[in-house]
C-alpha cells in the first residue's frame, strides 16, 4: 500500500492545491482540536480544504512539504484500512524528508476505524471530510472520543452564488438597475440551484443528472437501484411539503417489494446524507412532534427540473429560506400549525431555541401585497407563541404593518 500512498502523495506535492474561490465558511488555520467537515456531496468540502490549505500557505504557517492532502475516493487508495495510515504517513516523510505538520484527509470514512488511529496520531493539524452517513458529525464525535469540531458545508449561499458569477453590488443597488439583475440571478438560483460547480458549468442539467446518479448509487445505497431513484424523486417532487413516511411507503410498495424499516433507513439515509432534511411541527410534546407529518426540504432545487418535477417558485423560495437558516445556525427550526384544525392555518418556520419561539417566517411569492390569510397565520402564531419577531419574505415587496417586517428576499439572502 505505501507504493500506492508514495503515488498519490507525489502529485501533491508536485502539484499543490489547485485555485479556489472563497467560501464564507472558514475553517481555523490552526485548530486545536480536529475539524470534520461534513455535507452533501458536491456542496464544495473539498475546495474549502484548497481554500484552507492556501490561507496556511499564504500565511506562512507552513510550507507545501508539511501538508499532507489525501482523497480516499481515489481509485488507487482502494480498501486502506486504519492500519495503513502509518505507510501514508511513512511514504509522506520518504518523499517530502519531514513529518506532516498538516492532515487533510478526505472522504476519510471509507477508512475504518481512522478515529483510533488519529487519536493516537495527534501532534498534526488535522482536518476530515465526508459526505456519507459514516460521517456524521455525531459520528465524528464518537470517533474522535468528543475532540473534534464540525463545520457543516451546504450549496452556495445567494451572496456566495453572486460572487461565483462575478457579480459586484453597489452600495445602493436596490434602487438602480443593478436590482433587476439580481432578480434575474435570483430566479437563476432557485430554478438551476446552488451547488458550485453548477454555478459555473454552461451545462448545469447534465452535472446535477450526474450529482443525481451519485445519490442514488451510493448514499442510498441500502436498496437496488430502481427503488433508490423512485424514494428520491418521491422525495424531490414533494419539497417544501408535508411528507408522511406511511404515505411514501405506500407508494414505494404498489411497484417494489419493499419493508417498512427499509422505507424507514432510507428516510435516515437521506437525512443523513444531507439529500433531504425533515422539519417538525412545533409543539413541546414529543408524542405529537413524532405523529405529525413533517415538512420536506432537499438540499439543492436544481433537482426538481432535472428530475420532471413540477417547479413553484413559491416553493423554491421557502426551500431557499430553510437552507439559509440552516447556514446562519439561527436556531431549531420547525414549522407551527392552528393545533386541533385540519385545515388550520400554518406558518412556514419557527426559529426557536429550547422551544422558545425567537422568530416566526413566514414565505410567499408577493411582488405588490401579501394575502391576508399570510398575515392573519402570522398573528395568530405570534398571539399562541408570544413570539417578538415576525416576517414575511416576499418576492419583492417591502414594508411593515402591525408589527410585521415584510422583506424581499434577494434583500433578506443578502442580509
Given at each position: 500500500?505505501?507504493?500506492?500512498?508514495?503515488?498519490?502523495?507525489?502529485?501533491?506535492?508536485?502539484?499543490?492545491?489547485p485555485?479556489?474561490?472563497d467560501?464564507?465558511?472558514?475553517?481555523?488555520?490552526?485548530?486545536?482540536?480536529?475539524?470534520?467537515?461534513?455535507g452533501?456531496?458536491?456542496?464544495?468540502?473539498?475546495?474549502?480544504?484548497?481554500?484552507?490549505?492556501?490561507?496556511?500557505?499564504?500565511?506562512?504557517?507552513?510550507?507545501?512539504?508539511?501538508?499532507?492532502?489525501?482523497?480516499?475516493e481515489?481509485?488507487?487508495?482502494?480498501?486502506?484500512?486504519a492500519?495503513?495510515?502509518?505507510?501514508?504517513?511513512?511514504?509522506f516523510v520518504e518523499?517530502?524528508?519531514?513529518?506532516?505538520?498538516?492532515l487533510?484527509?478526505?472522504?476519510?470514512?471509507?477508512v475504518?476505524?481512522?478515529?483510533?488511529?488519529?487519536?493516537?496520531?495527534?501532534?498534526?493539524?488535522?482536518?476530515?471530510?465526508?459526505?456519507t452517513?459514516?460521517?456524521?458529525?455525531?459520528?465524528?464525535?464518537?470517533?474522535m472520543r468528543g475532540?473534534?469540531?464540525?463545520?457543516?458545508?451546504?450549496?452556495?449561499?445567494?451572496?456566495?452564488?453572486?460572487?461565483?458569477?462575478?457579480?459586484?453590488l453597489?452600495?445602493?443597488?436596490?434602487y438602480?438597475e443593478?436590482r433587476?439583475?439580481?432578480?434575474?440571478?435570483?430566479?437563476?438560483?432557485?430554478q438551476?440551484?446552488?451547488y458550485?460547480?453548477?454555478?459555473?458549468?454552461g451545462?448545469r442539467?447534465?452535472?446535477?443528472?450526474?450529482?443525481?446518479?451519485?445519490?442514488?448509487?451510493r448514499?442510498?445505497?441500502?436498496?437496488k437501484?430502481?427503488?433508490?431513484e423512485?424514494?428520491?424523486?418521491?422525495?424531490?417532487c414533494g419539497?417544501s411539503?408535508?411528507i408522511?413516511?406511511n404515505?411514501?411507503?405506500?407508494d414505494?410498495?404498489?411497484?417494489?417489494r419493499?419493508?417498512?424499516?427499509?422505507?424507514?433507513?432510507?428516510?435516515?439515509?437521506?437525512?443523513?446524507?444531507?439529500?433531504?432534511?425533515?422539519?417538525?411541527?412545533?409543539?413541546k410534546?414529543?408524542?405529537r412532534?413524532r405523529?405529525?407529518?413533517k415538512?420536506?426540504?432537499?438540499?439543492?432545487?436544481?433537482?426538481?427540473?432535472?428530475r420532471?418535477?413540477?417547479?413553484?417558485?413559491?416553493?423554491?423560495?421557502?426551500?431557499a429560506?430553510?437552507?439559509e437558516?440552516?447556514?446562519?445556525d439561527m436556531?431549531?427550526?420547525?414549522y407551527w400549525?392552528?393545533?386541533?384544525?385540519?385545515?388550520g392555518?400554518?406558518?412556514d418556520?419557527?426559529?426557536?431555541?429550547?422551544?422558545?419561539?425567537?422568530e416566526?417566517i413566514?414565505?410567499?411569492?408577493?411582488?405588490?401585497?401579501?394575502?391576508r390569510?399570510?398575515?392573519?397565520?402570522?398573528?395568530?402564531?405570534?398571539?399562541?407563541?408570544?413570539?417578538?419577531?415576525?416576517?414575511?419574505?416576499?418576492?419583492?415587496?417591502e414594508?411593515?404593518?402591525?408589527?410585521?417586517k415584510f422583506?424581499?428576499?434577494?434583500?433578506?439572502?443578502?442580509?
Amino acid at each position: 500500500m505505501k507504493e500506492q500512498f508514495k503515488r498519490v502523495i507525489a502529485e501533491w506535492l508536485s502539484g499543490g492545491p489547485p485555485e479556489a474561490l472563497d467560501r464564507e465558511v472558514e475553517l481555523p488555520p490552526a485548530p486545536n482540536e480536529v475539524v470534520a467537515v461534513t455535507g452533501a456531496r458536491r456542496a464544495g468540502k473539498t475546495y474549502l480544504f484548497f481554500s484552507t490549505i492556501r490561507k496556511i500557505l499564504d500565511r506562512g504557517l507552513a510550507s507545501q512539504d508539511e501538508i499532507l492532502y489525501v482523497d480516499f475516493e481515489d481509485s488507487r487508495l482502494r480498501g486502506v484500512r486504519a492500519q495503513d495510515l502509518d505507510e501514508m504517513v511513512e511514504a509522506f516523510v520518504e518523499l517530502a524528508g519531514k513529518r506532516p505538520r498538516y492532515l487533510f484527509l478526505d472522504e476519510v470514512q471509507r477508512v475504518g476505524g481512522y478515529g483510533g488511529w488519529l487519536r493516537r496520531r495527534l501532534n498534526a493539524y488535522v482536518y476530515l471530510s465526508g459526505s456519507t452517513s459514516e460521517l456524521t458529525p455525531r459520528r465524528v464525535a464518537d470517533e474522535m472520543r468528543g475532540r473534534s469540531v464540525g463545520y457543516e458545508v451546504y450549496p452556495l449561499s445567494f451572496r456566495e452564488f453572486l460572487r461565483f458569477k462575478g457579480v459586484k453590488l453597489g452600495r445602493y443597488f436596490g434602487y438602480t438597475e443593478e436590482r433587476g439583475k439580481v432578480l434575474s440571478l435570483l430566479r437563476e438560483y432557485l430554478q438551476y440551484g446552488a451547488y458550485p460547480a453548477a454555478a459555473l458549468s454552461g451545462d448545469r442539467e447534465r452535472l446535477l443528472r450526474s450529482y443525481f446518479d451519485s445519490v442514488v448509487v451510493r448514499d442510498l445505497s441500502i436498496v437496488k437501484p430502481e427503488v433508490a431513484e423512485y424514494f428520491a424523486d418521491s422525495l424531490i417532487c414533494g419539497y417544501s411539503s408535508l411528507i408522511s413516511m406511511n404515505k411514501v411507503y405506500g407508494d414505494l410498495r404498489s411497484s417494489f417489494r419493499v419493508g417498512k424499516e427499509t422505507v424507514s433507513s432510507l428516510f435516515d439515509r437521506a437525512e443523513e446524507t444531507y439529500f433531504a432534511f425533515f422539519v417538525e411541527i412545533f409543539d413541546k410534546s414529543l408524542r405529537r412532534r413524532r405523529i405529525n407529518p413533517k415538512k420536506l426540504y432537499i438540499i439543492d432545487t436544481g433537482y426538481v427540473r432535472v428530475r420532471g418535477c413540477e417547479y413553484s417558485i413559491s416553493k423554491a423560495m421557502e426551500n431557499a429560506v430553510y437552507l439559509e437558516l440552516k447556514r446562519r445556525d439561527m436556531g431549531d427550526i420547525y414549522y407551527w400549525k392552528e393545533y386541533g384544525k385540519k385545515d388550520g392555518r400554518e406558518v412556514d418556520f419557527v426559529v426557536a431555541r429550547n422551544f422558545s419561539p425567537l422568530e416566526l417566517i413566514q414565505v410567499t411569492y408577493a411582488e405588490d401585497k401579501v394575502e391576508r390569510r399570510e398575515v392573519e397565520a402570522l398573528k395568530k402564531a405570534k398571539e399562541e407563541l408570544k413570539a417578538k419577531k415576525c416576517t414575511v419574505i416576499t418576492w419583492d415587496y417591502e414594508g411593515e404593518e402591525d408589527g410585521i417586517k415584510f422583506i424581499p428576499l434577494w434583500r433578506w439572502l443578502l442580509e
